[in-house]
Nanobody, 124 residues
Framework: QVQLVESGGGSVQAGGSLRLLCAAS????????MGWFRQVPGKEREFVAG????????YYGDFVKGRFTISRDNDANMVYLQMNSLQPEDTAVYYC?????????????????WGQGTHVTVSS
């Protein structure tokens, strides 16, 4: 069974940084595209960033605007999301996601595995 476990969330002030981590187990990690989504209560879960199996291609939601960087370490079965210049509107629960077939996808329904989420709070 595939398991994804996020960590690294917390509270920061506007302009600060956080690094989210996602530890994957139970599958051939390097065969999966990986991504990060976020969700605010009452709103739909939205795509933040995605990375191809090899790590050579990355994709970001429009709101990221160069502030976040997704990366992966296939030897360590880890995915990372470095978030800089955080703003209060970035406050959300952030989820790690994995996809069995194909590359990075924009929609929640296209992803196969999910972590439990990690909370990020940005205060002004």
């Amino acid at each position: 069974q595939v398991q994804l476990v996020e960590s690294g969330g917390g509270s920061v002030q506007a302009g600060g940084s956080l690094r989210l981590l996602c530890a994957a187990s139970g599958h051939t990690f390097s065969s999966n595209a990986m991504g990060w989504f976020r969700q605010v209560p009452g709103k739909e879960r939205e795509f933040v960033a995605g990375i191809s199996r090899s790590g050579s291609n990355t994709y970001y939601g429009d709101f990221v605007k160069g502030r976040f960087t997704i990366s992966r370490d296939n030897d360590a079965n880890m995915v990372y999301l470095q978030m800089n210049s955080l703003q209060p509107e970035d406050t959300a629960v952030y989820y790690c996601a994995g996809r069995n077939l194909g590359g990075v996808a924009w929609f929640v329904v296209q992803w196969d595995y999910w972590g439990q989420g990690t909370h990020v709070t940005v205060s002004s």
